[in-house]
């Protein structure tokens, strides 16, 4: 009999009701012969509302009380969940993150899988429990409570699946991974079979339906993945190795990331040290830093941008406003009305005009761009943030809708 790992999201499970209709599936799946480990999100809204009301207090809560917060909307998820089963009839337990234990490193509200107890679930299973795992949750080695990181019960799924060796399916709101946003485009495709390495890509670059860290993993440890609805009974998407994706589009999605703040730190001296010296006071604070750009130097001065995440950028201000006092910077500028509009393509990597194109697009609908960045599967672009929806529709339009040539790969 086969382990499956079924993991709910916040909308899945949002009401009492969604709640039923997941156990149902769950039932479903154990009279199919598959012996379930259910891995369930917070109800929807309810992270979000814990949050709020911690920044009502403090803009920037410690992140150990915050983890300590957000954790129970997991917990009330899965317990909902428990008693749900038991009263159709089937045994179930829920377990927080501790419980089964999730162990984590120390990093609160990111912290990293480092490694996962499986027998405790596997002696439940043995004894015909249905488990009911809180994501987004783990422990440290000291038992302090952690979190994942936001969409983070995507990375408990895949890490237990990973771990009891079982099968992956995420049940979402939506019918798949998309070729853009399908609330923003409603024209948007259901991709039947992706890489990880677009997907990963997808993921860092605000495609919500996975989080980025889920596919990372998933990569490493070759977890297949199937994303599809939790309302009907239709084929997904596959998440899978690059080797088994035929069809290498030059662009196979466009994605659009709200959540990031630009922060300029205006008129740096121009000498050797100073990136340094502002990227190590962040490094040094947790805070990934995405794209960096710094302008042509005048009369030995310079200006020097990088986004972060929106969550991170009040912290990353104030660390950098500390470093541009030392280096003698002018000011720093805090922009959090931009957003980064992307194309994705594994086939991008051998297709020529493809950043012109993306180009033209945007300046045929009069958007300006603020910032470039490239790798060999994606083309990013920093835009104002009013513009980020049209430019979606835009691209999606051009690379999309109006077709692209298609390279075989020589993969049998
Ligand atoms: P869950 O609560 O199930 O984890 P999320 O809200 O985290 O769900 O992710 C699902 C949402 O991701 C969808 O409702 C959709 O609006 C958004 N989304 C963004 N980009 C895409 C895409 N390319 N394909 C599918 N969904 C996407
Ligand atoms: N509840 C958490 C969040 O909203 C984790 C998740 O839903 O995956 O980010
Ligand atoms: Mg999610």
């Known amino acids: ?33 598959y012996k379930p480990v259910v891995v369930s999100s917070a109800m929807a809204g309810e992270t979000d509302r814990l949050i709020k009301l911690a920044k009502e207090i403090d803009p920037m809560p410690p992140e150990r009380e915050l983890d300590m917060l957000v954790s129970t909307g997991e917990q009330q998820a899965i317990a909902l969940f428990a008693i749900t089963l038991q009263k159709l009839g089937y045994p179930a337990v829920s377990l927080c993150g501790w419980q089964v234990p999730v162990v984590t490193d120390k990093v609160h509200t990111k912290a990293k899988v480092k490694k996962i107890g499986v027998q405790r679930l596997k002696n439940l ?48 709101d939506v019918e798949g991974v998309f070729t853009a946003d399908p609330r ?84 740096v001296p121009d000498r050797p040290g100073i990136a340094y010296q502002i990227f190590k006071a962040l490094g040094d604070a947790h805070i990934v830093v995405d794209m960096i750009v710094q302008n042509v130097s005048h009369q030995g001065y310079t200006d020097m941008s990088f986004t972060v995440n929106k969550t991170d950028a009040p912290k990353a201000e104030e660390i950098v406003r500390k470093v ?14 931009i957003a980064k509009v992307s194309i994705v393509g594994i086939g991008m990597k051998s297709s ?20 470039i960045s490239t790798s060999e599967i994606k083309i990013s672009c920093l835009i104002e943030d009013k513009y980020g ?7 999606h339009s051009a690379f999309i809708e109006e077709g692209q040539e298609v390279e075989v790969s020589n993969a049998s």
Request: include cysteine; charge should be negative; glycine fraction near 8%.
């Open 1 to 33: 009999m086969r382990l499956l790992v079924l993991k709910f999201g916040g909308t899945s499970v949002g009401n009492l009701e969604r709640i039923s209709n997941a156990a149902k599936r769950v039932i479903q799946k154990l009279k199919e012969g």
């Open 125 to 172: 299973i043995e004894e015909g429990y249905i488990p009911i795992v809180a994501g987004f949750q783990g422990v440290t080695e000291d038992w302090e409570i952690t979190t994942l990181g936001r969409g983070g019960s995507d990375l408990s799924a895949v890490a237990l699946a990973y771990a009891l060796g079982a099968d992956c399916e995420i049940y979402t």
């Open 184 to 267: 923003i485009v409603p024209t948007a495709k259901k991709i039947p079979l992706i890489s990880y390495e677009e997907m990963l890509e997808m993921a860092s670059l605000g495609a919500k339906v996975m989080q980025a860290r889920s596919i990372e993993f998933a990569m490493k440890y070759n977890v297949r993945i199937h994303v599809r609805s939790s309302f009907n009974d239709n084929e997904g998407t596959w998440i899978v190795p690059e080797e088994e994706v035929m069809e290498k589009m030059a662009v196979r999605a466009i994605t659009l990331d709200r959540n990031e703040s630009r922060i300029t730190v205006v008129r």
């Open 324 to 337: 541009a006092k030392e280096i003698n910077a002018q000011e720093v500028v805090r922009d959090d009305k």
């Open 352 to 371: 020529y005009g493809t950043a012109a194109k993306m180009f033209e697009v945007l300046y045929k609908n009069g958007i300006n761009i603020m910032a």
């Open 389 to 395: 929806e049209l430019a979606v529709r835009e691209l």
